[in-house]
């Protein structure tokens, strides 16, 4: 009989990076009302989008907390699936580490997931390129220069200023580029 080693890393990162892969595990039930399963690969896949996000933002977050309301309200979205869940989870998680900085943490990590699940949903349509640029651009707006108070205002504006506007839509599984200028 041959034995195998197993090797176990029981440093603190490790360890850390294990107890946040648990926390998204034990949101499962709630992602799967929504279509979405939360798997190990999933999960990892997640933290390390999350680990990224922290590094590229200069941030530290303790907690899994903020990563699992973040998954929980945007599993509701309609336009994650279960092929797009770790991918646009992951870029999510660098936006909103992203913006913490650009708004200087003057808004609640709870506030801050609901404005982003809004602009994803109800302006970009689940478009992470839009997300990334027009949306991104409207929170900021919203809040650190205070220019208008209702999204849709902010929408409108920048949609009749006759800027440019990239981003992808899909049709059926095939992927469609729409590049178009807009004008009053």
């Not at 309609?78 to 869940?85: A, K, L, S």
């Not at 909103?96 to 808004?107: C, H, P, R, T, V």
């Amino acid at each position: 009989m041959k034995k195998e080693l197993i090797k176990l890393d029981l440093s603190p990162g490790a360890l850390a990076e294990r107890k946040v892969i648990s926390s998204l595990l034990e949101i499962n039930s709630s992602t799967q009302k929504h279509g979405l399963i939360l798997t190990e690969t999933i999960a990892k896949e997640i933290v390390e989008a999350r680990q990224y996000a922290l590094k590229a933002n200069d941030r530290l977050d303790f907690s899994s907390d903020t990563l699992t309301r973040l998954v929980k309200a945007f599993s509701q979205s309609y336009y994650i699936t279960q092929e797009t869940f770790s991918e646009i989870i992951g870029e999510l998680t660098d936006l909103f580490y992203f913006l913490k900085n650009e708004l200087k943490d003057e808004l609640s990590d709870d506030d801050l997931i609901s404005e982003m699940l809004i602009v994803f949903n109800d302006y970009c349509a689940g478009a992470m390129e839009l997300m990334q640029n027009k949306g991104v651009e409207m929170i900021i707006r919203k809040y650190r220069f205070k220019e208008w108070s209702d999204l849709a205002d902010i929408w409108d504006r920048s949609i009749t200023s006759g800027e440019f506007i990239s981003y992808y839509d899909y049709d059926g599984g095939e992927q469609i580029n729409y590049d178009e200028t807009w004008r009053e």
